[in-house]
């Protein structure tokens, strides 16, 4: 079955400290790859996509992601967070084989971002 | 451009009733697609409408229903609910919908079921 892991639930790192929030996908021959942020009582904001070429992708809000298909991974990293960066990170995979599509997200990471 | 909009925002109902939801997608957009976020089992997709008609659908029993109209606006309704639907409930329009297309979500119904 198709799927997205998140490993890390949640996340707590220091203010001005670099992070790195990971998210692997089942193995697949092409695939679209997403985060998406959502802040509390919000919907989903999409940050970055991966949909082909450079491997490395940035995004809005300083973020960035590299693709690599070998370790299927899209881990998404920020060199230095403020307090509100403090959201849940949802990282998410449409697997573009068949002929319908359907985003299929992890179980989201928790960054929280202490002063 | 406005947002994609959702009302209700929120709603409380009872076991057994049925419930409508309502996102209104950006305009121009004519894709819909509906996801329901828990606690449990996360984000989950239910089902993609593109101009009128239902695309894809997720794995939901078929309490679960949508629709769209001819303006792009699409309702979701759930029938005979239970404590299980208790859900925040997030629709998101695109252009051409689900693929290499960005989603952009609205801010969600939280549906709470007693």
């Known amino acids: 079955a198709q799927s997205v892991t998140q490993l890390d639930s949640q996340v707590p790192v220091f203010e001005e400290a670099p992070v790195e929030l990971r998210c692997n996908y089942s193995?697949?021959?092409?695939?679209?790859l997403f985060w998406y942020v959502q802040y509390p009582n919000q919907g989903l904001q999409l940050l970055l996509k991966?949909?082909?070429?450079?491997?490395l992708v940035k995004g809005i809000n300083g973020f960035e992601a590299e693709f690599n298909k070998s370790q299927t991974s899209f881990h998404l990293r920020k060199p230095s967070v403020h307090i509100s960066d403090t959201a849940e990170y949802f990282c998410?995979?449409?697997?573009?084989?068949?002929?319908?599509?359907?985003?299929?997200f992890g179980k989201g990471t928790l960054l929280t971002v202490n002063p | 451009k406005a947002g994609v909009t959702q009302t209700p925002r929120y709603l409380i109902k009872t076991r057994g009733q049925q419930v409508t939801l309502s996102c209104s997608p950006i305009s121009g957009h004519r894709s819909v697609s509906w996801y329901q976020q828990t606690p449990g089992q996360g984000l989950q997709f239910l089902f993609e409408?593109?101009?009128?008609?239902?695309?894809n659908k997720g794995n939901f029993p078929g309490r679960f229903s949508g629709r769209q109209f001819s303006n792009s606006r699409s309702e979701m309704n759930v029938s005979t609910l239970e404590l299980g639907d208790s859900a925040l409930y997030l629709c998101?329009?695109?252009?051409?919908?689900?693929?290499?297309?960005?989603?952009?979500f609205g801010p969600g119904t939280r549906l709470t079921v007693l």
């Open positions: 409408y593109f101009s009128e008609t239902q695309r």
């Open positions: 998101a329009s695109s252009t051409s919908g689900v693929s290499t297309d960005t989603q952009y």
């Open positions: 193995s697949s021959v092409s695939v679209y």
């Open positions: 998410a995979v449409i697997y573009s084989g068949g002929s319908n599509y359907k985003l299929t």
């Open positions: 991966y949909l082909s070429g450079s491997t």
